[in-house]
């Protein structure tokens, strides 16, 4: 939809809850991205390494973007259903159900740092 | 995070992060939040109405005031990219309207209804309605703190969009089936937009309309004046 300003807000996240020491050690960021997020992965990687070449920071920090599918949950069976198609139904009764539990998600899920600035994790 | 905090351990190896701290729409929501709080201190009903461009948003909200703007105290905030032309034609028929130009953004982010807000008197406002702009994507992600979303699809568009876009029409409580005076000429199915938006959203409430032809603007209008009444009902029994 909007990489670009997502990629922002990416960068807005990370300075917000890591120091400038950490973030110089910052080697990966991976994403979580359901598929109702409306966020195309190979737009968020083009969108990821234009911002980065522009702003002349994090050119070494690689971005993993992890898709989730989209799963409801249902009260009567309790069961838990990925949805294919985009039919909400759950798998075990049949009935239709727009509980999502996931595939919503549009997060900063895990982030890698080295040891040493400079020292590539291996 | 896992316990990172700045001024102690720095952080090295892997970090598992903390999923209400790293959402990258953290600002938009903790905004439309706050709009929704003021929103309920006041007991004004808002709506998001979103559709695609050209389905018939800015005509059905002229329709509307027409109808319940000397009824009700109502408001509109209009976002488009570009124009002061929508809240033009909505000013042309008597309501207080505002519009938001985007400037190129393809939504509107809670953010700028919170801004717009500021320069609209919302004392004892029963209604504001909030007019996005029109596009079925990326709206859907974006909370203004609204009560309802409520989505257009106009009978131009084709039967088969809402499993196009499923977050709009899961996002939605009542979807508008809009220009159904034009059904004699086209091949759309009031049916089978119902029966595909019903997949994504089986909770979804359909009405059809023609704000030229005067199709359904009644139970529309009925629809909204009895969700203003509710949030009012809402209020008073609080206080008690």
New interface residues.
């Given amino acids: ?2 990489e670009i300003s ?1 990629v922002r ?2 960068f807005n ?1 990370l300075e917000a ?3 400038a ?2 973030l110089g ?1 910052l080697n990966t960021i991976e994403l979580q991205v359901g598929l ?3 966020v195309e992965p190979v737009l968020m990687q083009n969108a990821f390494e234009a911002v980065t070449t522009a702003e002349n920071k994090f050119r070494e920090v690689s971005l993993r973007v992890n898709t989730v599918p989209i799963e409801i949950h249902c009260a009567d069976c309790g069961v838990n259903s990925t949805i294919s ?5 759950c798998a075990s009764c049949g009935r ?3 509980n ?1 539990v996931k595939g ?12 040493e600035a400079g020292a590539p994790l291996t | ?1 896992d316990q ?1 905090q ?1 001024s102690s351990k ?8 903390d ?1 209400s ?7 938009n929501d903790f905004v439309a939040e706050s709009i929704r709080k003021q929103m309920a201190s006041q007991n004004t009903l808002m709506i998001n109405i979103t559709s695609s461009a050209g389905s018939g948003k800015t005509t059905l909200l002229q329709e509307t005031a027409r109808r319940i703007g000397d009824k009700i105290n109502m408001k509109i905030l209009v976002g488009d990219l570009e124009t002061e032309r929508d809240a033009d034609r909505l000013r042309d028929v008597g309501v207080d309207a505002l519009q938001i130009v985007t400037g190129g ?3 509107l982010e809670a953010q700028m209804v919170w801004q717009a807000m500021e320069n609209l008197d919302l004392d004892g406002v029963d209604l504001l309605i909030v007019e996005n702009v029109g596009n079925l ?2 709206p ?2 974006f909370d203004l703190g609204e009560d309802y979303r409520v989505t257009l699809i106009a009978t131009t568009e084709g039967d088969d969009k809402p ?1 196009k876009y ?2 709009m029409f ?1 996002t939605s409580e009542l979807m508008l089936v809009s220009k159904v005076d034009l059904l004699p000429y086209l091949p759309f199915s009031v049916d089978a937009v119902v029966a595909d938006a ?6 979804i409430d359909v009405l059809e309309i023609s704000s030229t032809a005067n199709v359904g603007i009644d139970e529309w209008c009925d629809w909204l004046l009895e969700r203003v009444e509710e949030k009012k009902g809402v209020a008073t029994a609080a206080k008690v």
């Fill in positions: 939809m909007h997502l807000s990416i996240t809850e890591f120091s020491e950490e050690r109702l997020s409306n198609d985009y039919k909400f139904v239709p159900n727009n999502v919503m998600e549009l997060l900063i899920h895990r982030v890698h740092f080295d040891e | 995070m990172v700045k720095a952080a090295r190896g892997t970090v598992t992060c999923n701290t790293m959402h990258l729409l953290k600002a953004i393809c939504h994507v990326c859907a992600s499993k499923p977050r899961l019903r997949d994504v959203n089986p909770n």
